[in-house]
């Protein structure tokens, strides 16, 4: 099993960051499965992952590819796949908005950075749960390029962890119920 099918079935949320930063290593490695493999999968060492492993996930790879460049997703964008559980967990957020206390209270929580995401996005985002997400995974490339993050930032992001958390635990429950 690929690690994307084993997030997509153990956490929503996890899966669709995974996901984003799967598109961000495409793009920067040009949309080339020869430099994937090289760099990403010929860092995994055969004991961790063996060829036939290796080859299953270079498919993969390639089948994203595929997908990201009939969708037009050369220079920026999310996969239509991925963006479709982006909006379950949205439409997902809105029922438990109105029947679930405890979400509630996380929620609104988060509000206030939620909302300060969304207008920092210059009205490219207006969908609560995309902000959470995307705050997250800001926080994670910005890690990844060793950049400080200030503390503020720090809380807002907790903040967004807790509502993508109850959010994919419910979800988790829905989808195997």
């Known amino acids: 099993m690929l690690l994307a099918d084993k997030k997509k079935q153990e956490n929503i949320s996890e899966y669709i960051i995974y996901m984003y930063q799967t598109e961000l290593l495409i793009r920067n490695f040009d949309f080339d499965p020869e430099k994937i493999k090289i760099h990403v999968l010929g860092n995994i060492p055969d004991e961790k992952m063996d060829m036939g492993k290796k080859e299953e996930a270079l498919n993969w790879y390639k089948s994203l590819i595929e997908a990201m460049q009939s969708e037009g997703l050369e220079k920026e964008g999310h996969l239509a796949s991925v963006q479709a559980e982006v909006d379950k967990l949205s439409e997902l957020s809105l029922q438990l908005l109105t ?4 979400y509630q209270a996380v929620f609104n929580a988060a509000r206030p950075s939620i909302r300060a995401n969304i207008q920092a996005s210059e009205g490219l985002v207006t969908n609560p749960v995309q902000a959470c997400l995307n705050g997250v995974f800001g926080l994670l490339i910005a890690r990844m390029n060793g950049k400080e993050v200030p503390e503020e930032i720090q809380q807002q992001i907790e903040h967004f962890g807790n509502v993508l958390s109850m959010l994919s635990h419910s979800y988790r429950l ?4």
């Open 99 to 102: 029947e679930n206390e405890d």
């Open 174 to 177: 829905t989808e195997n119920s």
